[in-house]
């Protein structure tokens, strides 16, 4: 059964104390529910309130967004990372743009995992066994994918933590025979900095505050509106 944009609203808390017209709130509602209520409200925050002027945006400004977070399957054990409030509330303000950077590179699924070495001035990408070294392809294919984001106007970015691909800081590092190093950022999202140096960035794991996600929603309307890249 459908559900009613007044059935969402509710007159109990709201975030920042905005008046609970201006929210809308859905509780642990099954698949079916999710996508009546994504039709009736897009952008609705799963299992959370979130203001409805975030819910209905005026323009769709393209942001990237690591595939694994929206559900999809292209982990190295085929496994995803869903984040209901990538899926959620960001989706409903932004047209995203999935990129999974191992699997685009050719990598596969299921795959090795990888993880960064530093050794000899530079960072590499290895198979976490093997050792084999995805170190030129990911940089070659980083370096083209980033390029054409760039000429899709993207408006910033939403990584998966830790990855040695799509983090965007702390990634964990070693040397080569295994000790712990300097921590980096991931081969793709290297790529992407040095194509678009100003592009807002952001983890998953930061959008669950409030204040840090509208911080990267205001961040994205302001960068693509500085660059003539909204709507
Ligand atoms: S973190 Fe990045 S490279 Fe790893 S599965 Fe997710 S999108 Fe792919």
């Known amino acids: 059964m459908p559900i009613a944009a007044a059935a969402l609203r509710a007159a109990a808390q709201t975030p920042g104390g905005l008046p609970a017209r201006h929210c809308v709130k ?17 952008g609705f925050l799963y299992n959370a309130w979130m203001p409805t002027d975030l819910a209905r945006p005026a323009g769709k ?17 085929g496994g995803h990372k869903f984040d209901a409030t990538v899926a959620g509330l960001l989706a409903g303000c932004f047209e ?3 990129v999974c950077p191992e699997v685009e590179a050719g990598m596969g699924v299921p795959r090795e995992p990888v993880r960064l070495v530093r050794g000899g001035g530079e960072v590499r990408m290895l198979g976490l066994s093997s050792g084999k070294d995805h170190s030129e392809a990911m940089r070659g294919f ?8 760039t000429a899709l106007g993207l408006g910033g970015y939403i990584l998966k933590k830790n990855s040695p691909s799509c983090g965007v800081t ?23 900095v040095e194509a678009l140096p100003g592009l807002p960035l952001i983890e998953e794991d930061k959008l669950v505050d ?8 205001a961040e ?12």
Do not use: M
């Open 61 to 77: 400004i393209r942001v990237g967004v690591s595939s694994c977070l929206l559900g999809q399957r292209v982990r190295h054990d």
């Open 142 to 149: 980083a370096s083209r994918r980033a390029a054409e984001l």
């Open 26 to 42: 859905v509780q642990g509602i099954g698949a079916a529910a999710w996508s009546s209520a994504q039709a009736t409200c897009p």
């Open 96 to 98: 995203l743009v999935p």
């Open 170 to 192: 702390g990634v964990p590092t070693c040397t080569d025979d295994g000790a712990a190093a300097a921590p980096d950022r991931g081969l793709f999202v290297a790529a992407l």
């Open 220 to 231: 994205v309307r302001a960068y693509s509106a500085s660059s003539g890249k909204s709507g």
């Open 210 to 217: 409030a204040a840090l996600r509208e911080n990267f929603i």
